[in-house]
């Protein structure tokens, strides 16, 4: 087997999930600048290849916009993947480690809740739901 050929259908089926959520990819730091430039609330989901974005994260992800507040925007960067990208997403969760998976919600370009990796690949899809929809229904 191919490791490079399964990884790399393991990272199109990560980022295929997040884009059939609603979720757009922000693959530059350019675009994740533009991003954090709009006014209202944005969500930014760290992806990873991890079994806890795969088994939690990336449900939650979907399963939390079943909500009456859900916010304005909704992004994504791929840690590991689009690295430059990350990282300058990362500069904007200010205070916080960086931690993937992780959801960050901002609100004109400023961090106001963080679900880091800790508070995801121990918990159910519904607990780390809960944290969002509860971040949502506050912020949103």
Same mark, same amino acid.
């Given at each position: 087997?191919?490791?490079?050929?399964?990884?790399?259908?393991?990272?199109?089926?990560?980022?295929?999930?997040?884009?059939?959520?609603?979720?757009?990819?922000?693959?530059?730091?350019?675009?994740?600048?533009?991003?954090?430039?709009?006014?209202?609330?944005?969500?930014?989901?760290?992806?990873?290849? #991890?079994? #806890? *974005?795969?088994?939690?994260?990336?449900? *939650?992800?979907?399963?939390?916009?079943?909500?009456?507040?859900?916010?304005?925007?909704?992004?994504?960067?791929?840690?590991?993947?689009?690295?430059? *990208?990350?990282?300058?997403?990362?500069?904007?969760?200010?205070?916080?480690?960086?931690?993937?998976?992780?959801?960050?919600?901002?609100?004109?370009?400023?961090?106001?809740?963080?679900?880091?990796?800790?508070?995801?690949?121990?918990?159910?899809?519904?607990?780390?739901?809960?944290?969002?929809?509860?971040?949502?229904?506050?912020? #949103?």
């Amino acid at each position: 087997m191919d490791f490079n050929l399964f990884m790399k259908d393991i990272v199109d089926q990560a980022r295929r999930e997040m884009r059939d959520s609603g979720y757009t990819e922000l693959t530059t730091p350019e675009e994740v600048d533009e991003a954090m430039k709009k006014q209202g609330t944005t969500l930014v989901m760290v992806n990873s290849t #991890c079994g #806890c *974005a795969g088994g939690v994260a990336r449900p *939650a992800a979907y399963y939390a916009l079943k909500n009456d507040k859900k916010p304005d925007h909704l992004v994504t960067v791929f840690a590991g993947q689009d690295r430059e *990208a990350t990282e300058q997403a990362r500069t904007y969760f200010t205070g916080y480690p960086p931690s993937s998976p992780s959801f960050a919600l901002m609100k004109d370009g400023k961090i106001v809740e963080m679900i880091a990796r800790n508070d995801i690949e121990s918990f159910d899809t519904e607990d780390v739901v809960k944290k969002l929809q509860d971040a949502f229904n506050q912020h #949103c």
